[in-house]
């Protein structure tokens, strides 16, 4: 059971991307979901998470302007949609599963929380 990311790449200052993670085998709709960063040298950091029906939506401060994360559960996914991306965005991204959360609640305070992590996708933000 994991995850896969993906859309990252290449993305001048100013620039947008969408995020993607696709769920396999299980159904990521049943678990309140979050969007992890790691910089280099860095933590991991949580930045976005959202709830399992998507009624409840929460994001960093750092991020909260900029980010947008959202569900479709049709495809088994959820999306991080960032804008106006600047150079402190650089950074793998992951998504993960909070399986052992209940309620129409998220928090992405303690990555630890989470299970099922994919690999990543790499995001660089720079001219």
């Known amino acids: 059971l994991h995850v896969v990311e993906s859309g990252g790449g290449l993305v001048q200052p100013g620039g947008s991307l969408r995020l993607s993670c696709v769920a396999s085998?299980?159904?990521?709709?049943?678990?309140?979901t979050g969007w992890f960063r790691q910089a280099p040298g860095k933590e991991r950091e949580g930045v976005s998470c959202?709830?399992?029906?998507?009624?409840?939506?929460e994001y960093a401060d750092s991020v909260k302007t900029r980010f947008v994360i959202s569900r479709n559960p049709l495809k088994n996914m959820v999306y991080l949609q960032i804008s106006d991306m600047k150079p402190e965005d650089t950074a793998i991204y992951y998504c993960?599963?909070?399986?052992?959360?209940?309620?129409?609640?998220?928090?992405?305070?303690?990555?630890?929380?989470?299970?099922?992590w994919g690999q990543g996708t790499q995001v660089t933000v720079s001219s």
């Open positions: 993960a599963a909070d399986i052992s959360r209940k309620g129409e609640t998220c928090d992405f305070s303690d990555p630890a929380e989470y299970s099922y």
């Open positions: 085998g299980f159904n990521l709709e049943t678990y309140p």
């Open positions: 959202i709830s399992t029906t998507g009624i409840t939506v």
